[in-house]
């Protein structure tokens, strides 16, 4: 998956057409992407070092050695079973970070991933317990309806936001909250399936037919193939497509492409029920192959960590699958780490500098890219040089 | 008057951006009590030079002299100081706050703590007396037209005690008639005693109002003439090195067919009083209609409905046979409508992405730009490079983003992809609004081109010149109505200036 970056270097961003307050933070998050493949890299890891910098400094600061830190990190990360944990763990990111990254190409900041594939790991499991099918066309439809779920629920901020002109991220943050009582409410008073003589509370769990397979025995699930042709999906649609060039385009300048015809109404719409539609998808490794039911196991944090995965990944196909990785890693070694006498919070504390790293150096480095690209084109068209 | 002092002298001035020199070897030499115009194209480097008269960035080489005392100027307030005063291109003023009030912020006379108003009411009233301006003190700025904010501009530099003022392109904003009281006032001025540094490139007014003329050209100072001592074309030539386009001249004629038919629009404003009026008129094949107005009396709004943006509340738009009064923008632009929007950068280009994104923005549903659901880039790109060939975009190559390029490049390019999906009817607002004299002629040509072949054109410009010689007719657009139809033979600037400020035309037939 690294050619995509060599071939759209200079995919528009949502950099300065932004009005208000909360837009133009967006834009802060989505960055300038008009630059090379290496830049972008050479950009990313930078931040990555200097968060493990800045960490190793706080480390330091309580006493711990984080050279010792970090090299347990990497000595527990990099054993087998330790590597599979962090590509499962990477799935759901990935996969909530492509949802998080639809909506950023349209400029939309979509912080109801958290909610949407709550909404989507439910309504699955509870149409999924009570149907019959073979198991390709079981499965099948249990994505659809976790796919559906996702996508309504991220129509309303889109609806909000086209007929009433509400913030999508004041409209998902709330939405957010509502979805953890709508389920809650569900689940306690619909959906809880007792079985006689077990404490367990859960949906009814889905017929075997249901489940999906692992590659490595509970280390992996082959839900992994399903996140990686999300991932190719987005590709297609956002970079190559005529859809995707229109959806990029009016996350540029909602206002040039309006003027050109693309209607940025149903482009709100329909790029949020697509990232919707994505969000359902990211907890079904939790439906499918771990749990079976859901219950108050159920995952947390996908959305938010969707978030950073796309931001720190760049909205760009290659660099969420890495980014996803390098969480997936994070989350893994956290526990061992405890073990040695780090406290592992510090994997938080990691990531949380990464954010803030990825946001500042993508900014000082756009800046700096605008401004050669200028000067350089200037200068290769050996103009008089004189400015206004 | 001491004629042969001088207010401002500007020694080998040089000043430089990362990547570029804006100004190197600049002399100037203004006489007090003189009305000093510097003209030269735009991007020739006045606007940077003015900048570091006024303290807003200091020169990397070269002295600042005022009044024969040299001058190290840190910042605006060291340029106020010294007795310089800028009047900005663009006026900056708070709406909501009273004319005395916008006059004295920053600079309130205070006796214990209090603001005394009344003292700076009759400091003000003197200084309107001398100068012969007149601004009502105690009305809100939000009431004023723009020749009234702009003597609010100059009252609030003259209270601050400049005896040097500097007019960054005074006139731009401004109709004939406004022009002639701007330079009346400037004339007082100078009588009592000031002196004034007029920045312009229209060369007439210069001519007419100054003593001295600096010529600017890439970035440097290559003459000074006096306004006797030169002809208008001659002055143009030191300008740009050669001759003034011009946008006359036709030699097919208009057809017969009506492409698009404008029949009482009426547009909903923001409040009680309709943005547009019962705006009717016809445009015909290989016909260029202009429409001359002042900004903001509905031009914008105009257009907006035209292409689907807007929804009018009344009338119908008919555009070849076909009443798309209700048809989607993109079914407007898919039957052969193009625009050439007001401001390039909001409405017309993706900054950030490579030009051959953006010449495809708008036409991405032409089959030969698809392969299926995906764009097939290699021909979006080989037609990018087309355009940019038979425009003459200055750049490198397709891929780079839209923010390097001139805004003159950049125009062309929008001209260019807005001529090259074969419109039949072209919207276009300000076609060459701050670009410069190469640019122009150019655009100028190829839309004269297009609509030798046909293309019906609706032309807005606030560029009286270019209505005047590219029209076939001319509409005067005030107050979101058309209050008068002219023939290009009879339209003169004055004439036109009239009609925009609201004159009534006489119905002659």
Redesign the interface.
Same mark, same amino acid.
């Given at each position: 998956m690294s050619e995509p970056i060599a071939t759209e270097p200079n995919a528009p961003s949502a950099e300065g057409t932004s009005a208000n307050a909360v837009s133009k933070l967006v834009s802060l998050f989505t960055g300038r992407s008009q630059q090379s493949a290496l830049v972008t890299l050479a950009s990313s890891l930078a931040a990555v070092a200097i968060a493990l910098v800045l960490a190793g400094i706080l480390l330091w600061a309580t006493g711990k050695s984080p050279f010792d830190a970090y090299s347990k990190m990497l000595d527990a990360g990099l054993t087998n079973d330790k590597l599979l944990e962090t590509t499962q763990r990477a799935t759901p990111l990935i996969v909530a970070a492509v949802a998080v990254a639809i909506g950023f190409k349209m400029n939309l900041f979509n912080i109801g991933v958290e909610g949407q594939y709550l909404m989507g790991v439910f309504w699955a499991a509870v149409v999924g317990a009570y149907i019959h099918l073979p198991s390709v066309l079981h499965i099948g439809l249990i994505f659809l309806v976790a796919m559906a779920a996702g996508a309504l629920w991220a129509a309303v901020p889109a609806i909000l936001k086209v007929k009433k002109g509400v913030n999508e991220v004041i409209a998902t943050i709330m939405l957010n909250t509502i979805t953890l009582s709508i389920i809650d409410w569900a689940f306690q008073e619909q959906f809880r399936y007792e079985i006689p003589g077990q404490l367990d509370v859960k949906t009814k769990v889905l017929p075997t037919t249901a489940w999906l397979p692992d590659l490595v025995k509970n280390r992996l699930s082959s839900f992994i193939i399903v996140a990686l042709v999300v991932v190719l999906a987005f590709w297609l649609i956002v970079y190559k497509s005529k859809f995707g060039f229109r959806l990029r385009a009016s996350g540029a300048n909602a206002v040039a492409a309006r003027t050109a015809g693309i209607s940025s109404n149903s482009m709100i719409v329909t790029s949020m029920v697509m990232s919707g539609a994505i969000a359902g998808l990211a907890g079904m490794t939790y439906l499918l192959s771990t749990s079976h039911a859901y219950g108050p196991t159920r995952p947390e944090g996908y959305g938010f960590n969707g978030i950073a995965v796309a931001l720190l990944g760049r909205n760009h196909p290659a660099g969420i699958i890495v980014a996803g990785l390098l969480w997936g890693f994070l989350d893994s070694v956290a526990g061992p780490l405890q073990i040695a006498d780090i406290p592992q919070s510090i994997v938080l504390v990691i990531k949380a500098i990464i954010l803030l790293t990825v946001v500042i150096v993508n900014e000082v480095v756009g800046r700096r890219v605008a401004k050669r690209t200028a000067d350089r084109t200037a200068a290769q068209l050996t103009l008089p040089v004189v400015a206004a | 008057m001491a004629t042969d002092s001088l207010a401002v002298q500007l020694t080998g001035i040089e000043k430089r951006?990362? @990547?570029?020199?804006?100004n190197h070897d600049v002399n100037l030499n203004v006489r007090a009590g003189t009305i000093h115009a510097i003209v030269g194209e735009? @991007?020739? @480097?006045k +606007?940077?030079l003015m900048k570091t008269l006024y303290g807003m960035h200091q020169p990397e080489a070269g002295t600042i002299s005022v009044f024969g005392e040299h001058k190290v100027f840190r910042s605006p307030s060291d340029a106020i100081d010294a007795g310089i005063g800028m009047v900005h291109q663009h006026f900056m003023l708070a709406d909501n706050f009273t004319v005395l009030e916008n006059i004295i912020l920053g600079y309130e006379p205070i006796k214990g703590g209090r603001v005394q108003y009344d003292q700076a009411r009759l400091k003000l009233q003197d200084i309107m007396a001398q100068s012969g301006t007149h601004v009502d003190l105690d009305a809100p700025v939000s009431d004023l037209g723009v020749g009234q904010r702009q003597r609010v501009e100059i009252l609030k530099v003259l209270f601050r005690g400049a005896r040097i003022l500097i007019l960054d392109e005074p006139t731009a904003v401004l109709v004939p008639q406004e022009v002639d009281e701007l330079f009346s006032n400037l004339h007082r001025l100078v009588a009592d005693g000031a002196t004034i540094i007029f920045i312009s490139h229209k060369l007439d007014e210069v001519l007419t109002v100054s003593d001295d003329i600096t010529v600017i050209r890439? @970035?440097t100072t290559v003459a000074e003439v006096k306004p006797d001592g030169v002809t208008r074309s001659k002055l143009a030539e030191l300008m740009v090195g050669s001759e003034l386009p011009s946008p006359h001249g036709r030699a097919s004629e208009v057809g017969s067919a009506v492409r698009l038919s404008v029949t009482g629009i009426t547009v909903a404003g923001l409040g009680e009083k309709h943005a547009l009026e019962d705006v009717t008129f016809e445009i015909h094949e290989g016909e260029v209609l202009g429409i001359a107005g002042v900004e903001g009396n509905g031009q914008f709004e105009l257009c907006e409905t035209i /292409?689907g943006?807007t929804k009018p509340i009344e009338g119908s738009i008919v555009m070849n046979g076909d009443n798309i009064t209700h048809a989607? &923008?993109?079914h %407007?632009?898919?039957s052969g409508l193009s625009?050439i929007?007001f401001d390039r950068h %909001? #409405?017309?280009?993706?900054?950030?992405? &490579?030009l051959w #994104?953006n010449t495809?923005?708008?036409r991405?549903g032409d089959p030969q730009f !698809?392969k299926g659901?995906? /764009?097939n880039a290699a021909a979006a790109k080989a037609d990018s490079r087309e355009v940019i060939e038979r425009f003459d975009v %200055?750049?490198?190559s397709e !891929?780079?983003?839209a923010?390097?390029? +001139?805004g003159g490049n950049q125009q062309k390019l929008l001209v260019g992809r807005e001529l090259s999906s074969h419109p039949n009817v072209l919207i276009a607002a300000h076609p060459t609004r701050g670009v410069d004299i190469g640019a122009q002629a150019a655009i100028w040509e190829k839309l004269r081109a297009a609509r030798d072949a046909g293309l019906a054109v609706l032309l807005i410009s606030a560029d009286l010149e270019e209505v005047i010689g590219l029209s076939d007719r001319i509409l005067v657009m005030f107050d979101g109505h058309i209050n008068a139809h002219l023939t290009p033979a009879e339209a003169t600037p004055e004439l036109l200036g009239t009609y925009m400020t609201g004159g009534v035309q006489e119905v002659a037939s």
């Open positions: - | 951006f990362p @990547g570029v020199i804006a735009n @991007g020739a @480097g +606007s940077t890439d @970035g /292409i943006l989607s &923008p993109h %407007r632009l898919m625009y929007p %909001r #409405e017309g280009l993706l900054l950030d992405a &490579p #994104e495809l923005l708008g991405d !698809l659901p995906f /764009i %200055r750049t490198p !891929l780079v983003p923010y390097a390029l +001139s």
